[in-house]
């Protein structure tokens, strides 16, 4: 009951105008994603990414923006396509992947498709890439001491596997 929202994510490298960069990608299982963003609105389908700040200048792109999104491909290959940018993405900076003003932020369709393409040809590499990529799991506690107690215990339960956000 302390658990208010779970959003299923996973990371990896892309390029952004050909800007490297690390991309997290999620998929809310309950409540909204638990990554936020400062202007404009998180994505949530292919074709969309939010952006850090940092990361935004650093690919000459603005709020709104096309850009070009290059991804390294297992076969050591790289696939590209345009995205426009629907926003300013605001990453926990405990996260690791990315830093507080770095990194883009996809759905998990918008990261696949980014791979894989989109229509019927895509398909069979979506299955693939769905299959292949490492998830992790955030959980957002209620706010109380009833969630902090909560999340206390999920990470005495699983030392090393879970990871609480660092509190001054």
């Known amino acids: ?32 994603l638990l990554i936020s963003s400062v202007q404009g609105r998180l994505p949530t389908r292919p074709g969309e990414v939010a952006v850090g700040l940092k990361s935004l200048h650093e690919a000459h792109a603005a709020l ?43 759905s998990l369709d918008g990261f696949v498709a980014a791979q894989c393409g989109t229509g019927s040809a895509a398909q069979a590499c979506s299955d693939e890439v769905l299959q292949q990529l490492s998830y992790v799991v955030l959980a957002g506690f209620t706010p109380d001491a009833t969630g902090r107690a909560a999340a206390a215990s999920y990470a005495a339960q699983f030392p090393g596997i879970a990871n609480l956000p660092r509190t001054p």
């Open 1 to 32: 009951p302390s658990v208010r929202r779970i959003t299923l994510g996973v990371a990896g490298a892309v390029e952004i105008n050909g800007v490297p960069t690390d991309a997290i990608a999620g998929q809310p299982l309950e409540g909204p």
């Open 64 to 106: 709104g923006s096309e850009v070009r999104i290059a991804v390294p491909l297992p076969d050591g290959g790289v696939h590209s396509s345009m995205a426009r940018v629907v926003g300013i993405a605001a990453f926990p900076p405990d996260f690791g992947v990315v830093g507080l003003n770095r990194g883009a932020i996809f």
